[in-house]
Structure formats: C-alpha cells, structure tokens
C-alpha cells in the first residue's frame, strides 16, 4: 500500500525529523523499551486528497473534548513502540491521526494502525491550547532523560525555580537556549487526564516542564526545537552530578552573570 508520505515532500521531511529524533533520544539513553512519545500537528501539511482519506481503524476516544483540534492531523509515536524502532520505521512505529467533529474522538488513517501513545491526553491537551493561542509551536516531546528524573528524586529541587536557576547556573548557554527555565509537574499517573491538566498548567510559564520521578514534556517550534530545549537541560544536569562526582558543590554562575546574559540576549526572564 502507498505511503501518506509519498508525494508529500514537505510531510516526509517533518517525519524525517522525528524519526531523527527518535535516534536522538535513545542514543542518549533517555528512551529504554516503550519510554517516550512525540506528537506533532501536521494539519498544514493535509491537502484534499489526505482529508478525503478513509479511517483504517474504528472510532477513539481521546479521553478529553478539545474544540480547538476539529479536523487537525497529527503524527504520534505509537503506544509501546520503541524510539530506536521509530528511528528507522516512522511509519511502522507510529501513525498519522484525524480528529473528528465531536472533538472528543479520532481514526487512525495512515499508514498502519497503529494505536497512539497513551499520553495522547497531555499531548492532545497541550497541542488544543497552543492553537487556542495562536501559538506556532508544533510539536511536543516527551523522554526519560536520566540525570533530570534523578533530581526530582529530590525533593528540595522540586521548588519552584530551584532546578531552573541550578541548571541555568551551569553554563550560560542553558539560560539562552532554554530560557524560560524547567517547570515542575507533581508525580501524577502517566497516561492520566490529571497529569495533563497539571503539565498544561505548569506550560503557561515553561518550554518544558520535569515530570516528577517520571520524564520531562516538552513543546516547541518543532520536534528539533522541543528536543534542543530537552537536551541543554540535560547537559546541565551531567555538568551539576559530574561536579558532586568529583565532590564538591559546583559554585555556578552568579546572579549578577545571569542578569547579565539576560540583557546581552534580551531573554524574557
Ligand atoms: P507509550 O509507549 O504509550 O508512548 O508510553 C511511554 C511512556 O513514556 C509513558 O509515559
Ligand atoms: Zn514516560
């Protein structure tokens, strides 16, 4: 059977990207088995002949009624299919999803039927607000980076803005390339309506935000940016444990350092 993505260049590029960060995230180690999903609205990309196109699976339910997603399209990572799996068989690991008029349902329609990531709920949820907003953003990440969950084991880092200003106060470029810092979502059921209701809250004031013992969500431009957001986070997080390996405390950037990268790259905070 013929491929959505055939003769859909600019679709086929967007699934490249994915798949390309799936490799990303399980070659960082952030993916073991089934962990992680990615969404991403490809409703711009729906031309005549792809909304003409027939369900190949029955009815869904999401779970939540969403009125800003009538008729949009996503990709999504499918539920217990592996990142490294994804990396070379987008197509075969997830699926192409309509949204239907009730708003509250969905079919699959290409290529295979394959069931989404059971945090649809947080993504779908996520992905409703961000068109209710006018928000450019596309895409939406969520992984188990290792060194980011180990923190929220801990918690005096659960603070509001404790993690934020520790992993900015690594290296400067986290605060330029991340700069509206880590927010903090309490541990919630995955999969739950709960925990996208509190990840959708915790997104009115971060990119992305820490799933207590469990992953980060995050949103962006697109799956690359979502990702480069994650991955800065991170690597302020290995420089933060790498210091306390070596045993001391890292002093970090100073206040005064950090106001001062604010004003250099006018960052919002
Ligand atoms: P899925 O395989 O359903 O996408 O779940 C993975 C996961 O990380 C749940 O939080
Ligand atoms: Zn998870």
């Not at 329609?109 to 006018?134: C, Q, Y």
């Not at 991340?178 to 925990?195: D, I, M, R």
Request: one cysteine or more; a negative charge; hydrophobic letters at 40%.
């Amino acid at each position: 059977m013929k491929s959505i993505l055939e003769g859909r260049p600019a679709l086929s590029s967007e699934v490249e990207k994915i798949a390309e960060v799936a490799g990303y995230l399980w070659q960082n180690g952030w993916a073991e088995r089934n962990g992680g999903n990615i969404t991403v609205n490809v409703t711009e990309y729906a031309d005549e002949e792809m909304k003409a196109m027939p369900a190949i699976s029955d009815v869904k339910q999401i779970g939540v009624t969403l009125p800003a997603l009538k008729g949009c399209y996503f990709y999504c990572k499918g539920t217990g299919k592996r990142m490294r799996d994804l990396a070379r068989r987008p197509m075969e690991n997830g699926s192409i999803i309509r949204i239907l008029d009730d708003c509250a349902s969905y079919v699959i329609i290409a290529d295979n039927e394959v069931m989404p990531t059971s945090e649809l709920p947080s993504h779908l949820t996520v992905h409703a607000h961000l068109i209710e907003t006018g928000s450019p953003y596309k895409a939406t990440v969520h992984t188990h980076p290792i060194e980011l969950v180990a923190m929220s084991h801990n918690r005096k880092f659960l603070a509001k803005d404790v993690l934020t200003n520790i992993l900015w106060s690594m290296i400067p470029e986290t605060k330029a390339f991340c700069p509206l810092g880590l927010g903090v979502v309490p541990y919630e059921l995955p999969g739950s309506n709960t925990l996208a209701d509190a990840t959708l809250r915790e997104l009115e004031d971060y990119d992305v935000v820490l799933w207590e013992k469990h992953g980060v969500f995050a949103k962006g431009l697109d799956v690359m940016d979502a990702f480069d957001q994650i991955d800065v986070l991170s690597k302020s997080a290995k420089i933060y444990i790498s210091s306390k390996c070596m045993g001391f405390e890292p002093e970090g950037m100073s206040q005064e350092q950090m106001a001062e990268m604010s004003k250099a790259f006018n960052l919002p905070k």
